[in-house]
């Protein structure tokens, strides 16, 4: 069948027809490249405002973003003037731009945005570790600057535990090597010295401390050495001297035999307290005998407040004393004086008076002292109550 005649002729569109398909993918590039600078030019006015308030470092990059110059490289008939449009675009623009073989218009923009899009998820993963890193290294340097700060507002407290905790150190230091020192062999007792024995024998005290030789001298006390001597009755009392390394010193206060009384072992010399200390001897033979006075009763008290008050001297001369009440107390002395005491009360005084007496008066003439008013001492020949 024959077509009908102009129909095998190609008809020739107009140049301005060609012109006008072309318009509308030349406007959008336009309308592209004109975004891409208006955003520059926003971005430009945003860190010069940012710089001049303070909020931006002056040397400080420029954030990265992406930017729509992906789409600049679309009309491949105006690369130079998507370049003037976006000149700060990144050194990977070239990676950006989308591919332009084959494909319409809206084909080839797709791709792009698509591109941009992976482009700017990885801009944005690099931003994301970038600011992680700066995050981590601002929390070290906060941590270490707050570990600063306490330890300078903690330093005077830090250097006095430490100064209590070296002194507490020292102290157990020094007492673990004083315990060690004090239960070493080195200071066990090795010598025991006796002082003051003079009624009694030394080695006696000796031997009655003898356990306490090659003990550590720390142990040794003045309880544990009361317990041995309390035997010795002769002991009034002691003090206990301990001298390191190893020498341990008893000093002994004596008790002062005053009187003799029979017992059940015969004559027994006493003291002030009634303390027997043994058999009478050469030493205590010239010391008064008491007659009539038991020990504990209120006669022998009284007595005892004679006996402690009368100096050696008068003590000596007195041969016997007698306590029928204890208010009359009756001293008979060796040259056969008798002496009226009375009762306990001004003993110092009448002692003071007896002395006095006996070294003025005749024996003969003088056979009685009544000092039981010391201030008006009376002596007579004769004691008419001696009976």
Do not use: N
Not at 116 to 129: F, W
Not at 228 to 256: A, N
């Amino acid at each position: 069948m024959r077509r009908p005649d102009g129909f095998d002729h190609r008809v020739e569109r107009p140049a301005d027809a060609e012109q006008s398909t072309d318009e509308p993918s030349r406007s959008v590039a336009a309308e592209v490249r004109e975004v891409i600078r208006l955003d520059a030019l926003r971005r430009r006015r945003e860190q010069a405002a940012a710089r001049a308030s303070g909020e931006l470092a002056p040397d400080a990059p420029e954030p990265r973003r992406w930017a729509l110059s992906a789409y600049a490289g679309i009309d491949d008939d105006e690369p130079e003037a998507a370049a003037e449009a976006e000149p700060d675009a990144p050194d990977h623009a070239d990676d950006l731009a989308p591919t332009t073989e084959g494909g319409s218009h809206a084909q080839r923009v797709d791709r792009a945005w698509r591109e941009s899009q992976r482009a700017q998820r990885r801009l944005d993963r690099e931003e994301l570790k970038e600011t992680k890193r700066e995050a981590k290294a601002a929390k070290r340097a906060r941590k270490k600057q707050e570990r600063a700060e306490v330890r300078r507002f903690t330093a005077t407290r830090r250097r006095q535990l430490r100064v209590a905790l070296l002194s507490t150190g020292g102290l157990v230091l020094a007492l673990a090597l004083l315990v060690g020192l004090v239960w070493s062999p080195l200071m066990s007792v090795r010598e025991v010295q006796v002082e003051g024995a003079e009624r009694i024998d030394a080695a006696l005290v000796e031997d009655a401390l003898a356990d306490q030789l090659g003990q550590p001298i720390a142990t040794v006390t003045e309880q544990g050495v009361a317990e041995r001597l309390q035997v010795i009755p002769q002991i009034e009392s002691f003090r206990l001297d301990v001298v390191p390394p190893s020498t341990v010193i008893v000093r002994l206060v004596e008790r002062m035999p005053v009187a003799i009384i029979e017992t059940d072992g015969g004559a027994s010399v006493i003291d002030a307290a009634g303390v027997v200390l043994g058999q009478v001897d050469e030493s205590t033979a010239e010391l008064p005998t008491l007659e009539g006075v038991e020990i504990g009763t209120e006669q022998f008290e009284a007595v005892a407040t004679v006996l402690v008050s009368v100096p050696s001297e008068v003590l000596v001369e007195t041969e016997r004393i007698e306590a029928p009440t204890p208010s009359d107390i009756r001293l008979t002395l060796v040259s056969g004086q008798t002496v009226q005491w009375g009762g306990p009360e001004q003993s110092p005084l009448k002692a003071d008076v007896v002395a006095a007496l006996m070294e003025t008066q005749d024996p003969a003439a003088a056979a009685v002292l009544d000092v039981r008013a010391p201030e008006h001492p009376v002596v007579r020949g004769a004691d008419p109550e001696a009976d």
